[in-house]
């Protein structure tokens, strides 16, 4: 049976430099395995999306992504999600290297993961914008509303955190962004107090 959280390369690196252990959290991007939407307002993203092909494809990946998604729908997700936080010793967590967040009922579960555990740092970048706008996220969870979906038009660039793509590094520091590139956890409030984080398209 596949863990519910993991830890890539990347994540572990960044453990090593910040010294606190980060792990991350992801389901199907886009779509599961039967077609149902898992990113509902995916939109141009939806096209050069990271999460839709490499590593996160492969035979041997795919259906961990989906185990996750199907135990999301069940009642005992919250518990089974803090006993292995727990078990895990996690510093940070993010929720979401691929698929997003499908039903305010769903967020409202990683809710309640948090309030049971504020002493762990949550984060996402998100482009379920409308499903958090009215949603008051406990201090320990940081959210990022992230451009390409089709809710770009509720971002207020002046006070909600979010994420810019660009087409070069040049771009998004000219433009006074904060860069993701090298480790996402770097932009989050607990490390970088800007609202603007830059990631450049690859």
């Known amino acids: 049976m596949p863990h ?35 990113c509902p307002f995916a939109g141009a993203c939806a096209k050069f999306c990271y999460a839709q092909k490499g590593a996160y494809v492969w035979s041997n990946v795919s259906p961990a992504f989906q185990h996750r998604y199907l135990a999301t729908k069940c009642d ?33 579960k990683w809710v309640a993961i948090a309030k ?6 949550f984060y996402s970048y ?13 201090e320990n969870f940081d959210i990022i509303y992230s451009e390409g979906g089709t809710r770009d038009d509720l971002i207020d660039y002046n006070n909600h955190r979010h994420c810019k793509i660009f087409d070069d ?7 006074g962004y904060t860069s993701a590139m090298e480790s996402d956890v770097m932009s989050t409030k607990w490390f970088n107090r800007s609202n603007k984080v830059g990631l450049v398209m690859h």
Do not use: C, W
């Open 4 to 38: 519910l959280i993991t830890q890539n390369t990347k994540l572990k690196r960044t453990s090593n430099v910040i010294g606190q252990r980060v792990f991350n959290f992801g389901i199907p991007a886009f779509q599961d395995s039967e077609g149902k939407r898992t």
């Open 169 to 175: 590094m040049e771009s998004l520091v000219s433009a």
């Open 76 to 108: 005992s997700f919250v518990d089974k999600m803090i006993a292995e936080l727990k078990k895990k010793n996690v510093d940070m967590l993010r929720v979401h290297d691929s698929g997003d967040y499908y039903s305010k009922k769903y967020i409202n």
């Open 126 to 138: 998100t482009k379920s914008i409308p499903l958090f706008l009215k949603t008051n996220m406990p």
């Open 116 to 121: 049971a555990l504020p002493y762990i740092k």
